[in-house]
């Protein structure tokens, strides 16, 4: 174990308890018990924190407790001090009362501690949880300009938490009252040695990054995990007052630099820079109206795979970083970036844009698209840096390429310096049941910037409008005409805002009037993006089939209303007619439809 001389007894401590070696980072000693996790940070000096002092550790610990317990609910239990016993020996103490000096943060008094029973177990304060949540083979990694997960580097603004507060033990002193009468003796106070924090141990088979590789990341866990994401991020205020724009500037110098010094390609490194640097700028505007509109939030900041796992079956974000407020204090999108690229990198495209549009349509950010060319390239960059740090150097390439790749417009590398094409908006309609939206997921991912383009569904806008969940079913009165002209009017605001950011956009509802027809195509002329409008068609028994089978679908369509919507169906007007029968062949044809669309651009 790479621990301080006068942390080793504490160390042994925890070992004893754990009855097996800790799992280690630059800063932190994790010692994984079968039924509790301890978490020490290590009293080290770096160039982005100074973990030296007993105060400064403990404040970070009660820090860490904070910003991560309301979103992993028994998963933080609490931090208690390690106090050492009038026979010298050390044990844990209990956590200090809430409110006491104890836990106050900085100014807490080092010597005073409750003694745990005598078995020196750690106890909970009644919460059930953990502290960091650990898996037995190793930490997860971290976002930030590291070696190893949980040793986090500031993005671009390395510095230390300058808490200087003395690490002696204070002493309570009993104060003569005359010089008649005594004071009444006050019990000694046993010594604060250290502070760990206490968690609930996780499975290892139960960390998203670990079910990715054995490729378990479902259909129906990746819409947990952006509906988790989600849930996350609108529960946060947002943050007052943010220079958005300088501070993603000072994050994108600060990682060429570290890039630099991780030994990655100059010439790439400096001609991702340039990219880089000339989108924020382009974007500053954008930036700044996100922030002023509340964007901006303490979010999580390390927002990986390796930091998410499954607790009680749903998944949960853990591990948020704690050290720096600066680095955490971001635009949502750029927390969902890291995730967005994660999937993008490790697992699929297709994975990544699934959890993009399913977390737009629980939050209906869907202007967040603007941005994530340079949010992911950012996030790709700190992952190459992480790699070559740690020697991979193979990895640390593929994330460098990647992250140069986010920032460029699709197409063949010779148009690398040439305007990203226009984007394209593609209406899909037709009948209930005809397969639009089995038909416009398998078409985003291939469309435009990473990971995909946005899809719009009707159904989730409605569902998001009367704040409830896709699959919640609801009332009649939710679709009255009023109702649905409510639904078609965030529907290409929405494809006219995200079009005009950049990014294609497909429009999924039935557009059975003429009228949302042209809305939709007016609004991707409006935003400067081409239009294509398919038509999907089905025999009626076919549809019927479908919709009898529907489960867990953001549809409320019944057999009933597929007949009454038959019974006036006038057909896609002008739009491409694709028979939908067979959905495979209905997404060839549209692919090879919109391939032509891409082939006729390059040649203007």
């Known amino acids: ?58 404040r970070f610990l009660l820090r860490e407790l904070e910003v991560n317990r309301a979103a992993a609910p028994g998963l933080y239990r609490d931090v208690v001090p390690v106090i050492r016993r009038p026979d010298g020996t050390l044990t844990l103490g209990d956590a200090p009362a809430p409110g006491s000096p104890s836990d106050a943060g900085p100014e807490v008094i080092a010597g005073q501690a409750n003694v745990a029973g005598s078995d020196g177990v750690a106890r ?33 603004a390395p510095r230390s938490d300058g808490v200087t507060v003395s690490e002696s033990a204070a002493r ?9 009468v005594a004071a009444p003796k006050v019990a000694a106070q046993p010594e604060v040695v250290d502070w760990v924090l206490r968690m609930a141990p996780v ?8 079910i990715a590789e054995r490729d378990g990341l479902t259909p129906t866990l990746l819409d947990q995990l952006a509906d988790t994401v989600a849930a996350y991020h609108q529960a946060l205020p947002p943050a007052i007052g943010v220079d958005w724009p300088a501070a993603i500037r000072a ?13 990655l390609p100059a010439r790439q490194i400096d001609a991702w820079l340039e990219g880089a640097l000339g989108a924020i700028e382009h974007l500053a505007p954008w930036l700044a109206a996100r922030s002023a509109g509340g964007s901006v939030r303490r979010a999580h900041g390390d927002l990986h795979l390796g930091n998410l796992c499954l607790w009680h079956g749903a998944p949960v974000p853990f591990d948020a970083l704690e050290f720096d407020e600066s680095m955490a204090t971001i635009d949502l999108a750029y927390d969902l970036a890291f995730l967005l690229m994660d999937l993008d990198h490790r697992v699929t495209r297709s994975a990544a844009n699934r959890v993009l549009n399913r ?64 984007p394209l908006v593609i ?122 089978g529907r489960k867990g679908d953001a549809s409320d369509a019944t057999l009933a209303i597929l007949h009454a919507a038959a019974g006036n169906d006038r057909g896609g007007g002008d739009w491409i007619s694709i028979d939908a029968i067979d959905a495979d062949r209905a997404l060839a044809q549209a692919r090879r439809l919109v391939q032509g669309q891409q082939a006729a651009q390059a040649q203007q």
């Open 124 to 156: 909970s304060d009644g919460v059930a949880g953990t502290e960091d949540v650990t898996r037995s083979e190793r930490v997860a990694p971290s976002d930030g300009v590291t070696v190893s997960a949980g040793t986090r580097r500031s993005e671009g």
């Open 427 to 548: 209406g899909v309609g037709g009948m209930t049941g005809t397969g639009k939206s089995t038909l416009a997921r398998g078409l985003a991912p291939t469309l435009g910037p990473a990971p995909g383009a946005l899809v719009l569904r009707s159904d989730e806008i409605r569902k998001r409008q009367h704040d409830v969940a896709p699959e919640q079913r609801l009332p009649d009165s939710a679709y009255t005409l009023t109702a649905s002209d409510a639904v078609f009017a965030e529907l290409t605001a929405s494809a006219r805002i995200v079009a005009a950011g950049g990014h294609s956009v497909i429009a999924d509802a039935m557009f059975l009037n003429a009228d949302q027809r042209a809305g939709i195509a007016r609004a991707a002329c409006d935003a400067g993006a081409r239009f294509l409008g398919l038509w999907l068609t089905a025999p009626l028994d076919v549809l019927e089939a479908r919709v009898a």
């Open 251 to 263: 994050v994108t110098e600060g990682n060429a630099r570290a890039a630099h010094d991780a030994g």
């Open 172 to 180: 309570s002193e009993g104060v003569i009252g005359s010089e008649d």
């Open 359 to 422: 977390y737009v349509a629980r939050t209906g950010d869907a202007a967040l698209t603007r941005g994530l060319p340079i949010f992911m390239s950012l996030r790709a960059m700190i992952r190459a840096q992480v790699e070559a740090t740690r020697g991979n150097q193979a990895s640390a390439a593929a994330y460098l390429d990647r992250a140069l790749a986010y920032l460029a417009p699709p197409g063949p590398p010779s148009a690398s310096a040439s305007p990203r094409p226009a």
């Open 203 to 210: 499975p290892a088979e139960d960390f998203l990054d670990v």
């Open 1 to 58: 174990m790479s621990i301080a001389a006068e942390q080793r007894e504490t160390a042994a401590l925890l070992r004893d308890l754990a009855g097996r070696d800790p799992v280690e980072t630059h800063i932190s000693a994790v010692f994984i018990g079968a039924d509790t996790v301890w978490k020490l940070k290590k009293s080290v000096r770096l160039s982005f924190l100074d973990f030296t002092a007993l105060q400064t550790r403990h």
